[in-house]
């Protein structure tokens, strides 16, 4: 099992949120703030299969928005490996 962390956009939170729920996978989000600028981002936690990543990844990449500047980070995303997990 994977743990996707996937560090957006406010502005894509719901987008990229209505992508994986629709293909269902289950999704947390908490809010976040950037470091740097300070501007509203969305930390959004999945949790998937080992052979489920890339379809995720993918829904991951299709739901985000176009960067306004060619430098700007859409997502930061971490693929963590989980080695225990309970579900109550």
Do not use: Y
Request: proline content about 2%.
């Amino acid at each position: 099992m994977k743990l996707i962390i996937a560090i957006v956009r406010d502005t894509d939170s719901d987008p990229v949120s209505h992508a994986l729920t629709s293909n269902q996978f289950r999704v947390t989000g908490v809010a976040s703030t950037g470091g740097f600028l300070r501007r509203g981002k969305t930390t959004l936690l999945v949790g998937v299969e080992d052979d489920q990543v890339e379809q995720a990844l993918q829904l991951i990449r299709a739901a985000l928005s176009p960067a306004a500047e060619a430098a700007e980070r859409r997502a930061v995303i971490f693929v963590l490996k989980v080695d225990h997990f309970d579900h109550f």
